[in-house]
């Protein structure tokens, strides 16, 4: 019981403290170096290391330790990939198994290279809105904007905003308003620096090469 009260008092004095609005104002930023090259932050980190072992099978570890940024995607991403292969093949065989060995090489040579743009593109160099169209290093064009956020309350001085990853679709980029937000990916966390590039991690919800099931 009077752990309880302890408890009580704690959380009254700490909104208290904070009932005016103080929670929302800014402490800084952390600390963004991660003290290792790309790979080896991949291979540490529970939510990209399947990322590290794709990137080791397609035999690019120098592409993603170079001097450029790297769009990752999350093991999250890697297995709605694998879910929506499996899905696919068990349409004709409902005992077929589907896992990362199951994709095929030239597959990942192929579009890995879609999450790498040559030189360092970090969050305060993005343009806003319509972003600006990058060459990724497989050849494909990318679009990174730094949008703000449509869902804002007013709780802060200005309009929080957002990194975002978008596909080309066809030959040419639709006109700006008509993009589809299936195509852009939101930044889940931006601006982290290893010693040879920079990374911004890809929100879970996306699917590994943008891939879309067949009808």
């Not at 402490?27 to 980190?45: D, I, R, Y």
Request: net charge negative.
């Amino acid at each position: 019981m009077k752990n309880i009260v302890i408890i009580l008092i704690t959380v009254v004095v700490l909104y208290s403290c904070d009932k005016d609005g103080n929670y929302l104002t800014d402490g800084g930023l952390s600390n963004p170096e991660v003290g290792t090259t790309t790979m080896e932050f991949f291979k540490s980190h529970e939510q990209l290391d399947t990322l590290a072992l794709l990137i080791e099978r397609a035999g690019m570890i120098d592409e993603f330790n170079g001097n450029n940024t790297v769009f990752a995607p999350n093991n999250l991403s890697i297995r709605n990939f694998l879910n929506s292969r499996l899905e696919e093949l068990r349409r004709s065989d409902p005992q077929a198994e589907y896992s990362i060995n199951d994709i095929p090489l030239d597959t990942l040579t192929k579009y890995m290279g879609g999450y790498i743009i040559s030189g360092k593109i970090k969050r305060e160099d993005m343009k806003k809105e319509q972003g600006k169209i990058y060459t990724a290093v497989n050849g494909e064009e990318r679009r990174i904007s730094l949008e703000p956020t449509a869902n804002y309350g007013g709780e802060l001085d200005s309009r929080p905003e957002y990194v975002y990853f978008t596909y080309k679709q066809g030959d040419d980029w639709d006109k700006w308003d008509d993009i589809k937000d299936d195509n852009k990916v939101v930044v889940k966390t931006s601006n982290l620096i290893s010693t040879n590039g920079v990374i911004h991690v890809l929100q879970g919800g996306h699917t590994l090469f943008n891939y879309k099931k067949s009808k």
